[in-house]
Nanobody, 126 residues
Framework: QVQLVESGGGLVQAGGSLRLSCAAS????????MGWFRQAPGKEREFVAG????????DYTDSVKGSFTISRDNTKNTLYLQMNSLKPEDTAVYYC???????????????????WGQGTQVTVSS
């Protein structure tokens, strides 16, 4: 069983920055790919960013490329999402999730992620 706890969300003006963190329980964290997803009101949950198990491969949805950066610190069992140049359309609940074990690549498919955090709200005002 893996438990994930997100933090770092909040209210920010357009153009601002936030850094999300996801603390994971369990020594096996370092062996799993990880991802960030988000869900806005009335919309489906969408992939935002992912990172493979040893942190060398990352991928992003097109709308955040160049603005968001995903990273992980396996010594701290923590996943991060640095979000810069935030826009009102980035407003959503952000979730971290555990992906496939020993995955060399990054999957964008929510069904490939087995454990999810409770989410943290990000609100970007115009």
């Amino acid at each position: 069983q893996v438990q994930l706890v997100e933090s770092g969300g909040g209210l920010v003006q357009a153009g601002g920055s936030l850094r999300l963190s996801c603390a994971a329980s369990g020594r096996a964290f370092r062996t799993f790919a990880m991802g960030w997803f988000r869900q806005a009101p009335g919309k489906e949950r969408e992939f935002v960013a992912g990172i493979n198990w040893f942190g060398r491969s990352t991928d992003y949805t097109d709308s955040v490329k160049g603005s968001f950066t995903i990273s992980r610190d396996n010594t701290k069992n923590t996943l991060y999402l640095q979000m810069n140049s935030l826009k009102p359309e980035d407003t959503a609940v952000y979730y971290c999730a555990v992906g496939p074990q020993y995955s060399l690549g990054v999957t964008m498919t929510p069904s490939r992620y087995g454990y999810w955090g409770q989410g943290t709200q990000v609100t970007v005002s115009s």
